[in-house]
């Protein structure tokens, strides 16, 4: 009687089939034993795709480059022993990535739109970003009338109501207060005193008011306020600013440790807006 040799699990099943197709991709035919323990034919598909890449000539030949040092002679590509790999970070856009966008870019609009409405107000006395009535420079710079009155006769008498008449109970405007007999007012000298203010010339034009504020005069004391003389047509800075500081010393440390000192590839110059007496 003949020996029966087992039966192989590797043996009973049948080699896969290869089949090359017409559009070079191949088929594959194999057969299996499943679960509840039917033969069962499983067909696959497969086509290979290669994919080409462009990249800068210089990198392909470094990735050419022997590798040196400690690693000279080691097969291409990192070795886990002397090369620490960076964890693998997927990039998942928001699902209202898009709406997002959009409203950032109304936002940015409304924004330019604010600023070219700001920048349509120019003070016709230095020209800032504000009416002209409410400019803090009106008493060193002149009113935006005084041209006008000064080519006019010594004898000429005054036309202006505010400075021909003092009655009581008429506006009289602030830089014209006191020229007409009366007694100006505490209030009033504060406003008009410019003993902390300093003139800043030879400014770049890229300069704005929030670097004086938080950069060029940050270390010097608390600013009042810091204006930059601009044009009005244009808005671009004419290179000259007015800085107020809250006390006298602050400016004069800033006078002392800033007059020609370079900023902005400038040389600054700096003054009293009002010389001293």
């Known amino acids: ?26 088929t594959i035919i194999s057969y299996r034993i499943n679960d509840d323990g039917k033969k069962v034919k499983i067909t696959q598909r497969i086509k290979d795709i290669i994919v080409k890449e462009t990249v800068n000539k210089n990198v392909a030949l470094r990735k050419k480059w022997g590798k040196y040092g400690a690693e000279k002679g080691s097969a291409p590509g990192p070795d886990y ?19 997002a966008e959009q409203e950032a870019e109304e936002e940015k ?76 007012t505490e209030a009033e000298k504060r406003e008009r005193d410019d003993s902390t203010t300093l003139r800043v010339t030879q400014l770049n034009e890229n300069v704005n008011e929030q670097m004086l504020r938080y ?36 400016a004069e440390r800033a006078l002392e440790r800033l007059n020609g000192k370079g900023y902005h590839s400038l040389i600054l110059h700096l003054e009293w807006s009002k010389p001293k007496k």
């Open 215 to 250: 950069e060029l005069f940050a270390n010097f004391g608390p600013l009042i306020r810091a204006n930059i003389v601009r044009n009005r047509e244009t808005g671009r800075s004419k290179g000259v600013a007015y800085v107020q500081f809250a006390t006298e010393e602050a």
């Open 1 to 26: 009687m003949a020996d029966s040799k087992p039966v192989v699990w590797a043996e009973e099943q049948d080699q896969p089939e290869t089949i090359i197709n017409e559009d070079g991709s191949r």
């Open 81 to 99: 022993r002397t090369t620490q790999i960076g964890e693998s970070v997927t990039l998942r856009l928001s699902p209202d990535w898009k709406r």
């Open 109 to 184: 609009k409304s924004e330019i739109a604010k600023q070219k409405t700001y920048q349509g107000i120019k003070c016709r006395t230095c020209g800032g970003n504000h009416y002209t009535a409410k400019c803090p420079f009106k008493d060193t710079l002149g009113s935006a009338d005084s041209a006008g009155a000064a080519d006019e006769p010594e004898g000429a008498a005054p036309t202006d109501p505010a400075v021909s008449s003092a009655a009581p109970g008429k506006y009289i405007p602030v830089h014209l207060r006191g020229k007409a007999g009366g007694l100006a």
